[in-house]
């Protein structure tokens, strides 16, 4: 690697973000396109993906493991119950996990691993509207010919 400052630009939010809104199976679970984002919106249920709390940034070199946030937010009226959020996130997370067998495009990262931080977590809004939170690592590098 040639550029040490690339490792700034692997962005594992984008790459994950980009990978579960083509997924067929996200797609087929979440009730069609266009319900996976960067923001809570409808149509509901939508998937939210955001930079996590955790990770690691290692030495800043090379390898990192951040932690991207998978947070599903159903309808505010309580629909899907409690164990469709929980299949539904279950299916996503699970999506994530085939990325590092995928061809990396463009200037996404390469993915190496992914794995969960914790556990899944109900935790609804203060309105009452479901929400459900899953963290996971996500070990990356920049792409070569980023570097």
């Given at each position: ?12 939010v ?61 309808d ?35 993915i ?36």
């Open positions: 690697m040639t550029d040490a400052y690339a490792i700034a630009d692997a962005d594992p984008a790459a994950v973000l980009s990978w579960l809104a083509e997924h067929p199976k996200v797609t087929q679970v979440l009730g069609g396109p266009g319900r996976v984002s960067g923001t809570r919106e409808a149509p509901w249920p939508h998937l939210r993906v955001a930079l996590g709390p955790g990770g690691s940034l290692g030495d800043l070199t090379w390898l990192t493991e951040p932690e991207v946030t998978l947070e599903l937010f159903g505010p009226s309580g629909w899907p119950g409690p164990a469709a959020m929980s299949r539904i996130l279950k299916v996503c997370a699970v999506a994530v996990t085939e990325l590092p067998g995928s061809t990396p495009s463009g200037t996404h990262p390469v190496s691993r992914v794995r969960p931080s914790g556990v899944l977590l109900e935790s609804p809004l203060e309105t009452g509207q479901p929400r459900w939170v899953m963290g996971l690592l996500v070990s990356l590098h920049p792409t070569p010919e980023s570097s």
